[in-house]
């Protein structure tokens, strides 16, 4: 589960509020719908990203039990939403209607400021994200979405870390932003040097500290280096 707000934000759960059931490889929302909500997710795994003109699809992070899901415009006209969320485990979540929060944040400034830190910590995780891919190319990109993964998703061990979440290869592509075969490459040449191995179907990162060596990462704090 990654970080958690609802201590600052517990109040909007208190706001009259939609709840839903969505099942695995359905959508809360597609892009171009109507962006009239905010989603808090009570259980299951939801994929946020994008489809690109020619089709390609991409990841941008994964939302879990505990996490906001706010990709809306506050304050303003009603637009649409720019990406789409997409069920990777059957989802239980709470809608939040647009004009219902805007009026709770408007009459309570705590409130609203713990809603900017969370607006702007996950503005920080894509912006750092994009900063990966512009400055180290493919090879970073990979790099550092499995130095993410092993932050939200990691379990320590003495040899190393577990992430815990089954990819496919076409699915850790579409984090990258790039395609299967270049990511198949790039993973077996990480095999070959022992750098990370397979476990049911899942990466062990042997060695962490390599892949932060190669990207120069800068070792940015953990609510920040995060793929959820």
């Known amino acids: 589960m990654s970080y958690n707000y609802l201590d600052d934000l517990k109040e909007l759960l208190l706001i009259e509020h939609k709840e839903q059931t969505f099942k695995k490889g359905s959508y809360l929302f597609r892009e171009g719908d109507l962006a009239d909500g905010i989603f808090y997710i009570r259980s299951g795994k939801v994929r946020i990203g994008k489809i690109t003109p020619d089709g390609r699809e991409i990841t941008f992070h994964i939302s879990g039990e505990g996490d906001f899901i706010s990709e809306i415009r506050l304050f303003c006209a009603l637009s649409t939403y720019r990406v789409q969320a997409k069920v990777m485990e059957d989802c239980d979540c709470i809608k939040i209607g647009k004009k219902e929060l805007e009026e709770k944040l408007f009459l309570n400034p705590s409130l609203s400021a713990g809603f900017l830190k ?44 577990l992430i815990d979440l ?63």
Do not use: W
Request: net charge neutral; hydrophobic share 35%; aromatic share 6%.
């Open 118 to 161: 969370m607006m702007g910590t996950q503005q920080q995780k894509t912006q750092s994200k994009f900063r990966d891919l512009i400055l180290h190319g493919k090879k970073g990109a990979l790099y550092s979405t499995l130095i993410r993964m092993t932050n939200s998703y990691g379990v320590q061990r003495n040899d190393g870390i």
């Open 166 to 228: 089954p990819l496919t290869n076409q699915e850790l592509a579409n984090f990258c932003g790039m395609s299967r075969e270049v990511v198949n490459r790039l993973l077996n040449g990480l095999k070959d040097e022992g750098i990370i191995k397979m476990e049911d179907g899942k990466i062990f990162v042997c060695s962490l500290q390599y892949l932060k060596d190669e990207i120069h990462c800068e070792n940015c704090p953990a609510e920040i280096c995060r793929i959820d």
